[in-house]
């Protein structure tokens, strides 16, 4: 089975990845005009569509494609539109409308502290306890805002133990069918209803390792961890060498422990390797994080951390977090593709149906929210949150159906700004999308959800033709050889966004065939960190 080759232990962070714009595969342009008395969705814009699928890179491989009037929901085009392909993170586009339309675009997560033990003087004796919702958003800092409002409440002892509680969702770390060999890959982390993560992209449960050469020849590398903590251990048994030198420096995780190793070289002058890593067990990192915070405000706590323990009923809450608004966890969530937010989100919904914060629960809830927006859930498979999973099954005609569907959901609005921008070059808007179809009429136009895995690719979502006319389209190409095929699907939109399709007026963009400078696109464009898109 084909899988993405992950390059996050395969060459060092800052020369990870290429820059790769689509318009210079766009250029070349052929003009295709239907018959007067041919209908919109008439030969014109099959021809076109047809000569981009055409392409040689999709030799022996498999593409479903749609294209539809946004307003009538007439399609205008249809190509293989049942066949069910692995759509990749295109998956995280039934995710999110779920999540939206079931939990609300208001929903907040909450970590709190709480006690059943009485508090004498400054100590509580008893237990304290630190309870986790689902939030993967959770930093350091906010962690050590917790530790600090329950010092300012006057408390600096506890005769108990810290108690780590994610019982809201299973303890099922992994979904279905993911690769064993990502397992220290950040965007393959573990899920925890109590997690952490180490910067504002959110990734939750795993720390960022960066290493820079030492002062001569032979001397370790100097390596830190981000946030700052105990639970992981680095094992460095890298060198420095001398500049001019092969740069071989990898850093892992070892499967079942949270020893990172730091191996290979590193020359000097060399500029700084940074990856993201994930940790093994990311309630005990919380735990621990959280543990440090509280003995840096002066809060003493006898035992060590007790993980997986349900908070008992009547708890009092000494301290308490609330999450950004899901409304505003939908543009981290969609325009970076972040894998461990769709899970997290799916096990939320499942407890939020069902009272069970489990992988099965979560999915059967967003299909029974799909069956009820006309999506035809038996025509397909969703395995996961996220899209990791190749077990995932889905016609371009159901992700077209979802698309036109949501348009009229009061949510709606606040939804779709959460997709990509074509070539909108500020991270936090264009997303993945922020370096494709610049210079062509798709550029701040259209906005999609891209996806990405090895020999599957998918772009969907909405784009205005030349007459002001919105279109959705969801292209997914699969079993191709090829390095990238996304310029066939830029091809697709540019072409689009080019044409005036009520008028039967179509002007085909011709992509490029695979280029040197053409990212392998294995992995989706911000999982490749912390290169540019």
């Not at 500029?271 to 919380?286: C, L, M, S």
Request: proline residues 6%.
């Amino acid at each position: 089975m084909s899988r993405p080759v992950n390059p996050v232990h395969r060459r060092r962070g800052h020369r990870r990845g290429w820059i790769w714009t689509a318009v210079a595969g766009l250029a070349c342009t052929l003009t295709l005009s239907s018959p007067a008395d041919a209908g919109p969705s008439d030969t014109g814009l099959r021809n076109a569509i047809d000569a981009i699928l055409s392409d040689a890179r999709l030799d022996g491989g498999a593409a479903s494609v749609v294209i539809a009037d946004a307003t009538t929901r007439e399609r205008l085009y249809r190509h293989d539109a049942a066949d069910r392909l692995m759509p990749a993170s295109n998956t995280k586009l039934p995710t999110s409308v779920a999540a939206m339309a079931l939990l609300g675009p208001d929903h907040r997560y909450t970590t709190d502290v709480l006690a059943t033990g009485i508090v004498r003087g400054s100590t509580l004796h008893g237990d304290l306890y630190l309870r986790g919702s689902g939030d993967p958003t959770m930093l350091a800092t906010d962690y050590d805002r917790l530790a600090a409002d329950l010092a300012a409440s006057g408390i600096d002892g506890v005769t108990g133990r810290l108690v780590a509680d994610d019982t809201r969702f299973d303890d099922q770390r992994l979904g279905r069918s993911w690769a064993a060999d990502d397992e220290s890959s950040y965007y393959s982390a573990q899920i925890s209803a109590l997690t952490l993560a180490p910067d504002t992209d959110y990734d939750a449960g795993t720390v960022v390792v960066e290493a820079v050469p030492g002062n001569r020849p032979g001397d370790r590398p100097q390596v830190k961890l981000t946030p700052s903590n105990d639970y992981v251990r680095l094992d460095i048994r890298a060198s420095t060498v001398e500049a001019g030198h092969p740069d071989t420096l990898t850093v892992e995780r070892r499967h079942g422990t949270n020893t990172i190793t730091v191996s290979g070289d590193i020359p000097l002058g060399a500029e700084a390797t940074k990856e993201w890593i994930t940790v093994w067990e990311p309630t005990g990192y919380a735990a621990a994080v959280f543990a440090d915070a509280l003995a840096d405000h002066g809060v003493r706590v006898t035992g060590s951390p007790r993980l997986g323990r349900a908070t008992p009923p009547g708890a009092r809450t000494l301290a308490s977090h609330r999450s950004m608004p899901l409304k505003e966890l939908m543009h981290p969530f969609m325009k970076l593709s972040n894998n461990m937010h769709a899970e997290a989100l799916t096990k939320t919904i499942g407890h939020r149906a069902s009272g069970r914060g489990t992988w099965d629960a979560g999915l059967a809830a967003i299909s029974g929210y799909l069956a009820k927006e006309g999506v035809r859930t038996g025509s397909l498979r969703q395995a996961d949150g996220s899209g990791l999973s190749r077990m995932n099954l889905v016609p371009a005609e159901e992700l077209a159906a979802l698309l036109l569907s949501v348009r009229d959901a009061p949510w709606y609005a606040d939804w779709k700004t959460s997709l990509p921008v074509a070539c909108a070059p500020d991270r936090a808007v264009g997303g993945t999308l922020r370096s494709r179809m610049c210079s062509t009429p798709a550029a701040l136009n259209a906005r999609a959800k891209t996806g990405s895995l090895t020999g599957a690719s998918a772009l969907s979502g909405y784009v205005t033709d030349a007459g002001g006319r919105e279109l959705v389209f969801s292209v997914v190409l699969n079993n191709y050889l090829a390095s990238s095929v996304k310029s066939i699907e830029d091809a697709i939109v540019v072409t689009l966004a080019s044409s005036n399709t009520a008028k039967g007026t179509f002007t085909t963009a011709r992509p490029p065939g695979t280029r040197t400078a053409e990212p392998d696109a294995a992995l989706e464009c911000s999982w490749r960190k912390p290169a540019r898109c």
